[in-house]
């Protein structure tokens, strides 16, 4: 069971839980999100404690983001079909791993890398897919990390060359 002030991630939106009500529809009890990065008032959101939906999580920890970083050369892409692109894209942007937001990247990244070599036109949905995945990691590595979006990217494409030259 999580606290108040407790730091989450539901579904992919990095929460602070700011309090626990009893929903007047279900009267269940629930949790209080409040976007993490939300400034001066905004939406706030209502999770049942008992998350029967899993989509409530804990924050990744340093280790396991720089585990996942370590790993990212094991994970595998996705199948390379134009026309079912999108909807494998739509499908790893609902589950909950980082691992999926990763597949989405290195996927997208790799396209428009083979586009590029081609002298191709960019894949929009390539691109449009690999901006939401980045967005969502790492807004969670910035709030996990205490550093800013811009670091947590930079430091991610630092690792991964690591990576590919070793």
């Known amino acids: 069971m999580f606290q108040i002030n407790d730091i989450v991630v539901y579904r992919r939106d990095v929460c602070r839980i700011v309090d626990t009500t009893t929903s007047e529809m279900t009267g269940e009890q629930c949790y209080v999100l409040e976007p993490y990065n939300m400034v001066g008032g905004g939406r706030r959101m209502q999770v049942p404690v008992s998350n029967r939906g899993g989509h409530l999580r804990n924050l990744s920890t340093s280790d396991e983001i720089y585990s996942?970083?370590?790993?990212?050369?094991?994970?595998?892409?996705?199948?390379?079909?134009?026309?079912?692109?999108?909807?494998?894209?739509?499908?790893?942007?609902?589950?909950?791993?980082?691992?999926?937001?990763?597949?989405?990247?290195?996927?997208?990244?790799?396209?428009?890398?083979?586009?590029?070599?081609?002298?191709?036109?960019?894949?929009?949905?390539?691109?449009?897919?690999?901006?939401?995945?980045?967005?969502?990691?790492?807004?969670?590595?910035?709030?996990?990390?205490?550093?800013?979006?811009?670091?947590?990217?930079?430091?991610?494409?630092?690792e991964i060359r690591k990576l590919e030259e070793a």
């Open 68 to 158: 996942l970083i370590r790993s990212v050369p094991d994970v595998e892409m996705l199948e390379n079909k134009p026309a079912n692109m999108k909807s494998q894209y739509v499908a790893l942007l609902k589950s909950d791993s980082l691992e999926d937001l990763v597949r989405i990247i290195k996927t997208s990244y790799y396209r428009n890398k083979e586009r590029r070599d081609n002298h191709k036109k960019l894949a929009s949905i390539d691109g449009e897919y690999m901006q939401k995945a980045e967005r969502y990691l790492f807004n969670e590595f910035s709030v996990a990390l205490g550093k800013s979006y811009d670091e947590c990217k930079e430091e991610f494409v630092k």
